[in-house]
Every structure is written in C-alpha cells, then in structure tokens.
C-alpha cells in the first residue's frame, strides 16, 4: 500500500486527478470505478477542469459506482446518480449511456447485484477505483460485519452510517436504511484503488485500514490484500499513522526514481 501524505486535501485531489488523467490519456477507454460522498468532490472539480481547459477526454471512458441508496429515484436530490450527474458527469464530456450507478429501484436485488457484476466484467473490469472511507472504516456501503468476499448486494446501513449522512437528508429519520453496493470481493478485483481521505475525523478509520489488522470490522483493511492501492491523505488524516516517517521515505524514494528517469 503507497501512503501518500500531502498538505491539503485541495494538494491530495490535484494528486489523485493526475493519476487519473495520466489514466485516461494511456487508455481513452479507461474503466473508472466511481465514489460519492463529500471526500471525491474536489478530485471532481479538478477533472472538470482539465476536461475544461486542457481537453481531457472522457467521450470513451466507462464507469461505475460503487453504491446507492434504496428506493430513491434517480431523480432524488440526495441519490448518488443525481450526486454524479451533478457534481461531474454534465460538466464533461462522457457518454452517460457509458455511466452506470446502481439502481435504487431494483426489485430483485440478488439478480440485479449479479448483472452488475457482469457489466463490469462485460466492460473489461475496473482500471481505476476512486474510493473513500466513512469513519468506522467502511468502504462504499460495506459496514462493518460485511464479508471481504462480498460481491453486490443488498446492505443495512449501520446507526454511525446514518448519523453521518443524515446531514445530507435534513435528518436522521429521512436516511434510507437499505443501499446496494459494490462488495469488498468485487473492489479487489478493481487494477488499481486510489483512496482519499481528509480531515481529522478520518484519521482513527485510515490508523487502523492501513496498520491495523485485516478485519471484517473495518471493511477497508482488506486493501491490504490488493497489489496496487495507493491512499492519498492530508494531514489530518494522518494524524494517528504510527509509521509516518517510513512513509515519508517511500515518496523521497519515489520522488527520486522518478527524475532519473526524466532526466
Ligand atoms: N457510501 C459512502 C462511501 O462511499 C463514502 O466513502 C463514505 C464517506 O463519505 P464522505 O466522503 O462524505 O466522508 O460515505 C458513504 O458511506
């Protein structure tokens, strides 16, 4: 796992945009695995803006998300495909038939879970999978307790969850308490994770994901397992790393290997 410890969170997300611009322009068909929530929306913008005045092209690029609420339409202010269109999908140029979000409104949810994973698998698998972390170290809807095999299915989300994202709904009461989601099992299948996470109230979930032990408790520890994770922080979410020197290292190291081979 490459820990990578940048000043601010606007640093972290110009960091990660890199990452997936440099992406898209190797493979125009670039399969992105996408994520909401507050963490991803200054990755977003600066996508937004490459797209805007450098000409990043997303015209053949394909995605997914990981996770949606139960029973919102589409149309929902608050449903994650209403969040995509309207934090980064009408703002570039991708094909939004090439756009898919997990239908809320599904009514059989094992079957529509299992044709999920079989787009994806249709589509190649995923290059790139954006994702962050709620603060009991859940990563898409996988709460605590989830299988690390899981694939998509159908979740209840746990009391932390809903207290976390009543502030998007007006209230606890108005929080749907079902979503379906992507599972541990199928995101490690993913290429290659780049997870961001910012702020102090992150820094307990990122200590324990990246140095504590794999556990089904803090569903983003299985990235431990993946090949090719990289996890982009500010310093306040770093805050609780014990091995933050060696991490420091790496970076130097990297920083270095990679002017040799510029100059
Ligand atoms: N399903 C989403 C996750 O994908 C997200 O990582 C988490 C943290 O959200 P935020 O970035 O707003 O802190 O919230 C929800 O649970």
Redesign the pocket.
């Known amino acids: 796992m490459r820990v990578i410890i940048e000043p601010t969170a606007d640093q972290g997300s110009q960091r990660a945009a890199a990452m997936v611009a440099q992406l898209i322009r190797k493979k125009p068909r670039a399969v992105l695995g996408l994520?909401?929530?507050?963490?991803?929306l200054r990755l977003y913008q600066e996508l937004i803006r490459m797209h805007q005045t450098e000409g990043l092209d997303f015209s053949r690029v394909v995605s997914f998300n990981?996770?949606e609420y139960v029973g919102l339409p589409p149309t929902h202010p608050q449903s994650y495909r209403h969040f995509m269109t309207e934090s980064l999908f009408r703002h570039i140029n991708i094909d939004i038939r090439n756009t898919h979000v997990p239908d809320g409104r599904a009514l059989d949810y094992d079957t529509y879970g299992a044709q999920y994973e079989a787009s994806i698998a249709e589509a190649g698998g995923i290059d790139m999978q954006i994702?962050?972390?709620?603060r009991d170290g859940?990563?898409?809807?996988n709460e605590p307790g989830s299988s690390l095999g899981s694939r998509t299915r159908l979740k209840t989300l746990a009391p932390e969850?809903i207290r976390?994202?009543a502030r998007f709904f007006g209230g606890e009461e108005e929080v749907p308490r079902l979503?379906i989601?992507m599972g541990v099992g199928t995101i490690l299948e993913s290429k290659k994770c780049i997870m961001l996470a910012f702020g102090k109230e992150k820094a307990e979930a990122i200590a324990a994901m990246i140095e504590g032990p794999v556990t089904a408790q803090v569903t983003g520890s299985a990235l431990q397992f993946h090949q090719d994770v990289v996890v982009i922080l500010d310093e306040e979410s770093a805050s609780q790393l014990t091995r933050r020197e060696y991490y420091d290292e790496v970076e130097e190291a990297h920083r270095r290997l990679q002017s040799e081979k510029t100059n």
Do not use: V
């Open positions: 994520a909401t929530g507050g963490t991803p990981l996770d994702l962050g972390i709620g859940h990563i898409a809807f969850t976390d994202n979503a989601t």
